[in-house]
């Protein structure tokens, strides 16, 4: 999922299957991961975070999974759904730091086809 | 909950002159972040603040670029004098306290095109 220059990846998915975003970060020291959907003419949305100490969490359709190896990150969202539309983003920080240390990708655009 | 606010939503200017962005944090919320978003960077911290107070401005990308935060409920950056690459989507975000366990809000952006 990370950004190829000027062209974003895009994933185009069918509605009701399920989609799989991957992201893959960058400093090995980082131990907090978040991923947020931004909507076209919007701001970033808070989704799902996840800390370094669990390999899987999952909200409400949406799943975050951690492969610390290989510095790996994806977001899972079952059922995929119109509204999933949107651009995703992972983003690194480390936990107990400040927001502002948050580092994001340059995201994966997320397509779905009725 | 109204969300953060920022206006204008969109602005488009000259080159040389001078553009405020404003924005109004959720209320409550003492952490301020201003953030610049571009199809070849991504989005990129410019300056944040906590408690009114700037906390790290290394974003800022030269001194034409400055911002302020006033009080608690507003915050403005300026670019003066603008010029076409500064055009992108500014976003102001705000969250409780500024740390890892409050997650940012944004809000929708204003799109600034410097002509």
């Known amino acids: 999922g990370e950004s190829v220059g000027l062209h974003l990846p895009t994933l185009s998915v069918q509605e009701g299957d399920n989609s799989i975003i991957n992201c893959a970060y960058s400093n090995s020291a980082s131990d907090y991961f978040i991923w947020y959907k931004q909507e076209s003419g919007k701001g970033p949305q808070f989704i799902i975070d996840i800390r370094s100490n669990m390999d899987k969490r999952q909200g409400q359709r949406v799943t975050v999974l951690l492969n610390k190896t290989v510095k790996h990150l994806s977001l899972q969202i079952a059922a995929t759904q119109p509204g999933d539309s949107a651009v995703y983003f992972c983003a690194e920080t480390y936990y107990g730091g400040s927001q502002g240390n948050l580092i994001f990708g340059k995201g994966t655009k997320l397509s779905v086809k009725p | 909950d109204a969300g953060v606010i920022q206006s204008p939503r969109h602005e488009v200017t000259e080159m040389g002159q001078e553009v405020t962005l404003r924005c109004k944090p959720i209320?409550?919320?003492?952490?301020l972040f201003w953030y610049r978003q571009t199809m070849m960077r991504g989005l990129e911290l410019l300056i944040y603040?906590?408690?009114?107070?700037?906390?790290?401005d290394s974003g800022m990308p030269e001194d034409r670029f400055s911002a302020k935060m006033p009080n608690a409920s507003f915050s403005t950056l300026k670019i003066q004098p603008s010029e076409p690459r500064d055009s992108a989507v500014y976003f102001c975000?705000?969250?409780?306290?500024?740390?890892?366990?409050?997650?940012?809000?944004f809000g929708n952006g204003t799109r600034l095109t410097v002509t």
């Open positions: 975000a705000s969250s409780l306290e500024g740390g890892t366990a409050s997650p940012l809000h």
């Open positions: 603040f906590n408690n009114n107070v700037p906390i790290d």
């Open positions: 209320s409550g919320h003492n952490s």
